[in-house]
């Protein structure tokens, strides 16, 4: 049995209709994402201390979208890159065992703030395509 494209089933659904189309590469894991093609048009309508957020387990990345101030037509996107180190054990080996937490030694790497909803989407694809294959710590 096949089921049909979620675009079928729920064709008036805003979870889908609006939905920013986003190139994310196998790893992310996405937790927020209400980006979506309408923001452009009404800055001041745009609430919520996040608007998207993405995590890289693998390579310890995470990307957060937020809009400051909140429901203001003056507001910006600003997006921000974080790093968090390898916990190391007692011989300087990092441990694959631990979870990714973003703690106080975590690294802000980028930052990007713009009024622009299609260059805040053009930023936001650069750095997940760059942090997928960036190393920025070995062994």
Request: proline share 9%.
């Amino acid at each position: 049995m096949s089921i049909p494209p979620f675009h079928e089933l729920y064709p008036r659904s805003p979870a889908f209709l609006e939905l920013q189309p986003l190139r994310i590469p196998v790893g992310w894991k996405i937790g927020w994402n209400d980006l979506n093609v309408g923001m452009a048009a009404d800055l001041g309508g745009i609430g919520g201390s996040t608007v998207f957020h993405a995590r890289h387990e693998g390579r310890r990345f995470g990307i957060d979208i937020g809009f400051r101030p909140e429901f203001d037509p003056d507001g910006a996107f600003h997006l921000e890159v974080r790093y968090q180190p390898w916990p190391r054990a007692e011989r300087g080996r990092r441990r694959q065992d631990a979870p990714l937490a973003f703690g106080p030694d975590a690294e802000t790497v980028h930052e990007f703030e713009t009024r622009s909803y299609p260059a805040l989407v053009a930023e936001l694809e650069h750095w997940i395509a760059r942090c997928t294959v960036w190393q920025r710590e070995g062994h």
